[in-house]
């Protein structure tokens, strides 16, 4: 018993000495690491690019505010809705039906069985004389990649990009999916890799959606030649946001029959 | 007392170390890198976002229009049904559920196409502006894709041809000048497929509401 070294005695001061030694190594390596890659992007960017980059950055940050704005005015129409004082069971039928129509239009929350896809650039260097992009993941691969899960029954999809935190952008009747340069933007919000794509559907989902070679033959090619990261998991439960935005027609109006 | 200033130190080095990484991985993963794209791209990321912005800003206007006038009906102690009505329309139509009638374009397309190109065809609309789209008579909602069937392309169980008019509401001039735009997909197309296009403006078109039953199977609301 009384052998027993208490445990501060267990590290000698040489040994200290090397971990701290070892430790502010790699506070150096990081260091050097973090300051290497800002001095790169600042050499990138030219002055008429950095007048953009805050105009883009400043649209964004408006986006989001409107978006934000437009979610708060929605909730405070649907009290309303719920609340109403007229015929009892005319304001049910007509809350079932706005439910209804809300959840085809992809304006609710909504959760079940489904698959999640994660797609991400390439880690291959560009083999000499080829386009850098050929590494990325394109606009035209999420597309392929959604249009096949619609295509094996998936009844709600949300995209998200960049990492974990990233609202994820639910798919309407209005959704764009188009690149612009390395982002992709989807209902208009820019995302960056790594694009995680969630679908709920019936059982079965992730198999018929693997079933269908068909439809994932551009992408299924690209990922062969250049090496883009794709993987995908069948989840018992996902949960899909409502979209927020822009749901009302400008030009056009619903065709009221008399 | 040296253990302890040697365990404070370790501690303290932990710590630098941890908020470093943190720091290096978050700068290495940002929500989207815009210095890497080129000023043209730029300039196109800025502009769809600023005009985004205003529909956006209108949807907002609207939605205060409405919550003023569920407040006058209550004010009055009216019932406020018919403004729920409006709104159930307006989803309907959105969702596509419900005909739709309002100006747009008409666009005509022949050739050897297939089912991408189909799809690709949707997409670019929509990226375009346009607010509903049918196929010849299929109203395309968000779970509408073109797929190959057993002798023909089918968009939710229904065969379409080599002639197909599509149908957009929308901006007549913008939507026009988006889907003929240089290196756009409609050009790509003609030397791709050797598809044939055309294009009319129209001011009083109507799509048809889906037919295709929406009704969930698997998914449900989340309260």
Known sequence: MSRRMPARRRLSRPQWAISIGVALAIIGFIGAAQWNSSLARQEFVTSAQRILVSQAEQAQRQQESLRAQIEEAEARVREFQERDEGSRSAQERLNEELAAARFAAGLTTVSGPGVVIEMADSLRPPTEGQNRSAYLILADDVRDVVTALWASGAEAIAISGGGAGAPPERLVPTTSIYGVGASILVNTAPLSPPFRIEAIGPEGLADRFLAHPSYLIRVSERIEAYGLQFAWEARDEVTLEQFVGNTRLRYGAPLVED | ?223
Do not use: C, H
């Open chain 2, 1 to 223: 007392m040296r253990g302890r200033l040697a365990q404070l130190s370790l501690f303290a080095v932990a710590l630098l170390i941890g908020v470093l990484l943190v720091g290096q991985l978050r700068s290495q993963a940002p929500a989207i890198e815009l210095s890497s794209l080129s000023a043209q791209e730029l300039s196109t990321l800025v502009e769809t976002l600023q005009l985004r912005n205003v529909e956006l800003s209108d949807a907002l206007a609207d939605l205060r229009e409405q919550i003023r006038e569920y407040e006058r009906e209550e004010a009055l102690g009216q019932s406020t049904l018919d403004l729920s009505r409006e709104d159930l329309e307006r989803v309907l139509a959105f969702a596509g559920l419900a005909p739709v009638t309002g100006q747009g374009i008409t666009l005509e397309v022949e050739g050897d196409f297939d089912a991408t190109n189909v799809n690709d065809l949707i997409y670019e609309l929509r990226s375009a502006g346009a607010e509903a789209v049918a196929v010849d008579d299929i109203r395309i909602t968000a779970r509408s894709v073109a797929v190959l069937g057993a002798e023909a392309i089918e968009i939710d169980g229904v065969p379409i041809g080599r002639y197909v008019e599509i149908r957009a509401i929308g901006s007549p001039r913008g939507l026009q000048s988006a889907m003929e735009r240089p290196g756009g997909l409609l050009l790509q197309l003609q030397q791709a497929v050797g598809a044939t296009f055309r294009i009319t403006r129209e001011t009083d078109i109507t799509l048809p509401a889906t037919e295709r039953d929406l009704a969930p199977q698997a998914a449900r609301p989340v309260e």
